[in-house]
Nanobody, 126 residues
């Protein structure tokens, strides 16, 4: 089966941290871009960060720069999102998605990404 599975979401207090995982099954992430997105409202997704699985280059949205870190583990076919200093405005469903690196220059436009996971819930509350 071909799928992306996110995990690691949960409840944290403001200022806390979470580490999300995105594991690909049934295919390799080699030669792909993997992005993290979060749901801003119904059918509206905000790009958070992406990483090139082949060379490790990264890009972050201004809203998370300096707080979030995206990383890859080639052996595990997995991408991580370390989220520090979480605030209530960060609380939503987070998704990972993939883009063929050969297709187009990557951005954080969710419309570029054609294969998505089911999402994992991040809750920030005191």
């Amino acid at each position: 089966q071909v799928q992306l599975v996110e995990s690691g979401g949960g409840l944290v207090q403001p200022g806390g941290s979470l580490k999300l995982s995105c594991t690909a099954s049934g295919f390799t992430l080699d030669n792909r871009i993997i992005g993290w997105f979060r749901q801003a409202q119904e059918d509206v997704y905000e790009g958070v960060a992406y990483i090139s699985f082949s060379d490790g280059t990264t890009h972050y949205a201004d809203s998370v720069k300096g707080r979030f870190t995206i990383a890859r583990d080639n052996a595990k076919n997995t991408v991580y999102l370390r989220m520090n200093n979480l605030q209530r405005e960060d609380a939503t469903v987070y998704y990972c998605a993939t883009l063929d690196v050969e297709a187009i220059r990557p951005t954080l436009d969710p419309r570029q990404y054609d294969f998505w996971g089911q999402g994992t819930q991040v809750t920030v509350s005191s």
